[in-house]
């Protein structure tokens, strides 16, 4: 059974042409997204609607969060606490970015994600979460989860009509050169940071604090162990070595983190009176996790939690050799041989 649709510009006073059948659908939500366009006797065409969005979920994860203008984020590979980085949302600005700094040039280093432009916000003001975490051995790949972390703010209100970095950028060696707005809330305070437990008051008035320990920390950690899964057949296990990472998730309006990054070297500076207090008690908590727990396996390990160890999976390793050879009429031939080292 065909529906035939007529699509009328608002602004314009006419008709575009009908259209007919079901596959008409992605035509017609692509009308209603570019403005000014409306469906007569369009209540049919919901279902249909909220089946292909249901479907493209299946296919992009993240189709709730990167908005629709095309924003991306551009960061020079070899460098930190925000320096270099920039938001665009044409091709042509990206590429005159990264082509205008001849040393990252030269290293060609650059890292360019989908800006996240629907975050969950506190009082209109973006925010990161700064997780620490401690791996202790990578065969059998250890993982510890600091149960505190802190959020940092940027010192602006939150708007896609502008790619200043005092909207989009929370890190602290950013926002603390600049002036925070001052329609900004005031329980926001001028040093940027709220510690995890005001974040969760703040959720208790929204009536979503259990969300913190049943959506955000689960989805937490299983972040930090599948991108330390994808990286541990490149990391050289050392024995009786540890490192502190610091990683910098975002949330999106459901509260499921989403991971920005991860960093080697996270400062644990107490540059605001909620880092004073934090980052005295995770470098304590490091010692008893490495020290004293070598001596007794029961030690306190304070806020760390054990949330991983598996040794890594041993598979057969497949070789693949190309083999390449001309024939008489000079017509290149492949021959493949592949070999399992057991």
């Known amino acids: 059974m065909h529906h035939h649709v007529r699509v009328r510009e608002r602004s314009r006073g006419f008709s575009r042409p009908t259209c007919s059948s079901q596959s008409s659908t992605t035509l017609l939500c692509a009308s209603l997204l570019s403005g000014g366009a409306e469906i007569e006797s369009s209540d049919y065409l919901v279902s249909h609607c909220k089946a292909m969005l249901q479907r493209m979920k299946i296919v992009n994860p993240q189709l709730e969060i990167e908005g629709i203008h095309n924003i991306w984020i551009i960061k020079p590979g070899a460098k930190s606490r925000g320096r270099g980085i920039k938001c665009a949302n044409r091709l042509d600005q990206i590429l005159d970015l990264v082509e205008g700094d001849p040393k990252l040039i030269k290293e060609n280093k650059w890292v360019v994600q989908k800006y996240l432009e629907r975050p969950f916000l ?3 003001t973006k925010f990161d979460v700064r997780q620490w975490f401690l791996g202790t051995d990578w065969n ?8 505190k972390c802190y959020l940092r703010f940027s010192t602006e209100l939150y708007t896609l009509d502008s790619m200043d970095s005092s909207v989009h950028l ?5 926002q603390k050169r600049l002036r925070p707005l001052v329609q900004r809330h005031r329980s926001i305070p001028a040093d940027n940071m709220w510690s995890v437990d005001q974040f969760k008051t703040f959720l208790c008035t929204k009536d979503r604090e259990a969300q913190w320990d049943t959506v955000v920390v689960p989805g937490m950690k299983r972040a930090l162990i599948y991108a330390l899964q994808t990286a541990q057949d490149l990391i050289e296990s050392r024995k ?3 490192k502190l990472y610091g990683a910098d998730f975002m949330l999106d309006r459901d509260l499921h983190p989403w991971l920005l990054e991860i960093n080697s070297s996270p400062t644990v500076a107490p540059s605001t009176p909620v880092t004073a207090h934090l980052c005295a008690a995770v470098q304590e908590d490091t010692l008893r996790v490495v020290l004293d727990r070598r001596v007794k396996r029961t030690a306190n390990t304070g806020h760390f939690q054990l949330i991983y160890k ?3 999976n041993s598979f057969p390793f497949v070789m693949l050799y190309v083999y390449l050879n ?4 000079g017509v290149l031939q ?3 041989f592949i070999f399992r080292l057991l």
Do not use: Q
């Open 334 to 336: 492949m021959s493949f």
């Open 170 to 174: 929370c890190n602290h060696s950013i």
């Open 326 to 329: 001309g024939d008489n009429d």
């Open 122 to 124: 506190i009082h209109d």
């Open 310 to 312: 598996k040794v890594r």
């Open 240 to 242: 009786n070595t540890f």
């Open 140 to 147: 059998p790949l250890t993982v510890w989860f600091y149960k």
